[in-house]
T-cell receptor, first 109, second 116 residues
Framework: SQQGEEDPQALSIQEGENATMNCSYK?????LQWYRQNSGRGLVHLIL?????REKHSGRLRVTLDTSKKSSSLLITASRAADTASYFC?????????FGAGTTVTVRA | DTEVTQTPKHLVMGMTNKKSLKCEQH?????MYWYKQKAKKPPELMFV???????INESVPSRFSPECPNSSLLNLHLHALQPEDSALYLC???????????????FGPGTRLTVL
């Protein structure tokens, strides 16, 4: 079941710009993950942040987590055309993933 | 090998047909998942197998029947489906020996199912 909300629903940016998307959730979590999905294909795991972490980096990705506000954000820096995809946050509780509604990102060349 | 494979890629079936979806992984993961994803929606969990035993059924209608014949293979048997069951069906696997703080799921490319 969908446990989180994401905003914006859609985002269009120019190549080289940064993209930021936010995720809010309702219940307690073990960790929160972000996944990317290209054109209705399988999901690719991007990054995981544990409930006791506040910020994490991986390449051009930066994730923050605020458990007091039950929210997370994903920042993609210096975007590329290949970053065009849907991005989902996923809340993990008892090894079950519950996905947010997703943000569709379009990077214009 | 960090790949989860799914066959077929596309499937068209009538409401009276019986068909099966197949998922395979050779990463030694002992937890496997089926998700259903409708267009422009997030994936929704259907079933979870842990060590080849069904551990979670998210109240899925009985016209969907999962099977885990061994630690590498997961099937989803379909019978008497409805047009509203048309969706992308995703399989995923996870290493259950890893703790909740570090686990991730590896997804296959999905099977695009159309029920006529």
């Amino acid at each position: 079941s969908q446990q989180g909300e994401e905003d914006p629903q859609a985002l269009s940016i120019q190549e080289g710009e940064n993209a930021t998307m936010n995720c809010s959730y309702k219940t307690s979590i073990n960790n929160l993950q972000w996944y990317r999905q290209n054109s209705g294909r399988g999901l690719v795991h991007l990054i995981l942040i544990r409930s006791n972490e506040r910020e994490k980096h991986s390449g051009r990705l930066r994730v923050t987590l605020d458990t007091s506000k039950k929210s997370s954000s994903l920042l993609i820096t210096a975007s590329r055309a290949a970053d065009t995809a849907s991005y989902f946050c996923a809340m993990v509780n008892d090894y079950k993933l519950s996905f947010g509604a997703g943000t569709t990102v379009t990077v214009r060349a | 090998d960090t790949e989860v494979t799914q066959t077929p890629k596309h499937l068209v079936m009538g409401m009276t047909n019986k068909k099966s979806l197949k998922c395979e992984q050779h990463m030694g993961h002992r937890a496997m998942y089926w998700y259903k994803q409708k267009a422009k929606k997030p994936p929704e969990l259907m079933f979870v197998y842990s060590y080849e035993k069904l551990s979670i059924n998210e109240s899925v209608p009985s016209r969907f029947s999962p099977e885990c014949p061994n630690s590498s293979l997961l099937n989803l048997h379909l019978h008497a489906l409805q047009p509203e069951d048309s969706a992308l069906y995703l399989c995923a696997s996870r290493d259950p020996k890893r703790g909740a703080g570090t686990d991730t799921q590896y997804f296959g490319p999905g099977t695009r199912l159309t029920v006529l």
